[in-house]
């Protein structure tokens, strides 16, 4: 059994020792070091302390055999035959994981009503989908899924399997890497392959400060979650390629105690704050009417249009959609700022914003310090053929 | 009815450094506080109460400085708490600790809901709920943004998905992890506080579980491991585009396409 081990002897300063402990696990009892719960194992005890003051010793674990596992699987996410794209997402990664060791990809379906609507996978470049169509597993529910991706497992036995970090994924995902006594690495936004079929796992951690670079060394299946639009999709090909293989499985393994009721389409967020996307009318926009243009922008990348204290105090825009230090702060993915100058006030409110992309006329404009991509120019002269490209873009 | 949270102690801040030499994480002096997520699992088991009446235990894992949570929950209204608390389970990952709580509550008896908040802040993985869940071999539901109707045998609730609401009808005992959007929390009670000061905390040590199997917790129990932490790469480069207005739209385009959102 792993075990950390002090060796009283050893220690000459205890306080020195204890501060060694950024998680303060190490505390003094009567003259003596203790370990107590809050020890995570870091080992950093052992490293930086004086020599043989802590040990850590390890025991051999009987090592499985990995090249029983084979194959890299994705889990395919939908409603109704409506497939998720972070499913292509993740198909194309699988691809990409599966060529460096030469394994085949997979993909698995659940689903009722699924003959016709799996064949869209054949243009993906997956060598086997694996479906599940019966009417029991019409909707998500958590037992018959599990029961379901636990039976793909044992029969094919995939070295790896992807699942899109969506609801459906992030509670089935875990409940099946229980079932199966495996690890599970959530939010990855790297994956690579290493020769012996370790999936290097790489996630943010404490808020994304830090980036951890995670194993599954004696564990198979690997498992992991990555979010939608972190991967790239492939090309859809024309030509279908890959086995479709319907599977069977006992009509014990379908119970549930989760009944679906209804499925509704939720309402639009109408919050600045909720948006993904933001695109931020400033003093720079001349006329009311020109509004319309910065929205229909929104519109089109799917987000909600903003704008600055001066055009929220003219009436122009509502005061809900203000930003700032008077306003609301915001952290969308991406910002457009149109003819803002970027006073402090104004920044405070949304410089935690993943991307920002400024247009200003004016280069020495004080919004171009926090933005990502520095437009020089008038937003009349970019927004209009911006519109034009998304729009056909749109039409093809 | 008797419910069951599961509440968490985590760091104040997520402000945290890697020391660039060692690659090791720089934490002193980080004060803490309880999830804030498990302020809407808390606020939600007191609401069910007023309506059905019943018991709320809350329960948490860590070390004993995690027990100031406890009497957080005491002071919105819990009635009991328990911390599971061992040297044996440190350095659990997502299976080991979930494994860990699902004994703890084993040894406290049968609940007919457990609760949890959707995600920790410090974790971020909002995995362990539903492994929790699996080990009781109870059903869940994630995401949990309404409760809907509460019957004698099961509940109805929303289940947020992104652009869509499932509303499911759950049998009990199940497991439900609740987001922001189901109550907002109340504030803890000086009254509540006072009158719960003296109120033991059932404490579960390693020797109290079930399964004393030393493989299946903490460090020795988890199939994942760190291999190292770093710094992100930080992308603070900034790009200045000229030129006339069609080519800074053109550029805008690709720049579109590159983030996703074309």
């Given at each position: 059994m792993a075990k950390l081990i002090i060796?009283?002897?050893?220690?000459?300063n205890i306080k020195e020792f204890i501060s060694i402990c950024p998680f303060g696990a190490l505390e003094e009892a009567a003259g003596e070091v203790r370990v107590n719960?809050?020890?995570?194992?870091?080992k950093l005890c052992v490293k930086k302390?004086?020599?043989?003051?802590a040990t850590y010793l390890e025991e051999k674990v009987e090592a499985i055999d990995k090249s029983l596992w084979k194959g890299i699987a994705v889990y395919v996410d939908h409603i109704d035959g409506e497939i998720h794209p972070v499913t292509y997402e993740l198909i194309g990664k699988a691809r990409e994981l599966a060529k460096k060791i030469n394994h085949p990809v997979y993909a698995i379906m659940m689903g009722s009503n699924m003959k016709d609507k799996c064949?869209?996978?054949?243009?993906?470049?997956?060598?086997k989908i694996f479906v599940y169509d019966f009417?029991?597993?019409d909707r998500f529910k958590i037992e018959p899924y599990t029961a379901v991706f636990k039976d793909f497992i044992e029969n094919i036995k995939p070295t790896a399997i992807l699942v899109g970090a969506t609801t459906v994924g992030r509670q089935l995902a875990p409940r099946v890497a229980a079932r199966l006594r495996t690890g599970l690495t959530a939010d990855c936004t790297i994956l690579d392959m290493s020769e012996d079929t370790d999936l290097i796992q790489i996630r943010p951690a404490f808020g994304g400060n830090i980036m951890a670079q995670i194993l599954t060394?004696?564990?198979?299946?690997q498992m992991a979650t990555v979010r939608y639009k972190i991967m790239d999709a492939p090309k859809r090909e024309s030509e279908e390629s890959g086995e479709i293989v319907f599977c069977n499985i006992a009509?014990?393994?379908?119970?549930?105690?989760?009944?679906?009721l209804d499925i509704i389409k939720k309402e639009k967020e109408q919050f600045i704050e909720g948006a993904d996307v933001l695109v931020v009318a400033g003093?720079?926009?001349?006329?009311?009417?020109?509004i319309a243009m910065l929205s229909e922008l929104a519109d089109l990348l799917g987000g909600q249009l903003a704008c600055t204290r001066p055009m929220a105090e003219a009436g122009w825009?509502?005061?809900?959609r203000q930003i700032g230090l008077s306003g609301r702060t915001v952290r969308p993915k991406l910002i457009i700022t149109c003819g803002v100058s970027g006073a402090i006030q104004f920044v405070a409110g949304m410089n935690h914003s993943e991307h920002i992309i400024a247009i200003n006329k004016?280069?020495?404009?004080?919004i171009f310090k926090v933005a990502n991509d520095c437009l020089v120019g008038d937003l009349y002269d970019i927004i209009p053929g911006l519109i034009e490209k998304l729009k056909a873009s749109k039409g093809a | 009815m008797n419910i069951l949270v599961c509440i968490k102690q985590v760091p104040e801040t997520n402000k945290v450094e890697v020391d660039?030499?060692?690659?090791?994480?720089?934490?002193?002096?980080v004060s803490s506080k309880m999830n804030p997520y498990d302020l809407y699992a808390i606020e939600t088991a007191l609401r069910i109460r007023e309506e059905k009446g019943g018991t709320i235990t809350v329960i948490t894992m860590g070390?004993?400085?995690?027990?100031s949570v406890i009497r957080e929950a005491f002071s919105m209204g819990a009635d009991k708490g328990a911390i599971i608390s061992?040297?044996?389970?440190?350095?659990?990952d997502v299976l080991a600790t979930s494994y860990t709580i699902s004994q703890g509550i084993k040894k406290l008896g049968q609940f007919d809901l457990i609760l949890c908040g959707k995600?920790?802040?410090?974790?971020?993985?909002?995995q362990v709920g539903p492994e929790v869940a699996e080990w009781l071999q109870i059903p869940s539901v994630s995401n949990?943004?309404?409760?809907?109707e509460i019957h004698d045998d099961s509940i109805i609730v929303e289940m947020d998905m992104t652009e869509d609401i499932e509303i499911a009808k759950v049998a009990f005992p199940c497991l439900l992890s609740v987001g922001k959007d189901i109550f907002t929390p109340r504030l803890p009670s000086f009254l509540k506080k006072q009158a719960s000061k003296e109120r033991e905390i059932t404490v579960i040590a390693f020797?109290?579980?079930?399964?004393?199997?030393?493989?299946?917790?903490g460090l020795n129990g988890s199939?994942?491991?760190?291999?190292r932490i770093f710094p992100p790469e930080v992308n603070s480069e900034q790009v200045i585009w000229k030129g006339n207005g069609l080519e800074l739209a053109n550029r805008l385009y690709d720049k579109l396409e590159e983030l996703k959102l074309v």
């Open positions: 060796n009283q002897s050893k220690i000459d719960a809050a020890c995570k194992m870091c302390g004086p020599e043989g003051a064949k869209e996978l054949l243009h993906y470049g997956i060598d009417k029991e597993l060394p004696n564990h198979r299946p009509s014990e393994h379908l119970k549930t105690n989760v009944e679906v003093r720079g926009v001349k006329k009311e009417e020109d825009m509502e005061a809900k004016d280069e020495k404009a004080p | 660039p030499v060692t690659g090791v994480l720089k934490r002193n002096g070390p004993n400085q995690a027990m061992d040297r044996k389970f440190g350095g659990a995600q920790t802040t410090d974790g971020d993985t909002a949990v943004c309404r409760i809907k020797d109290d579980l079930e399964d004393k199997n030393e493989k299946h917790y199939p994942t491991q760190v291999q």
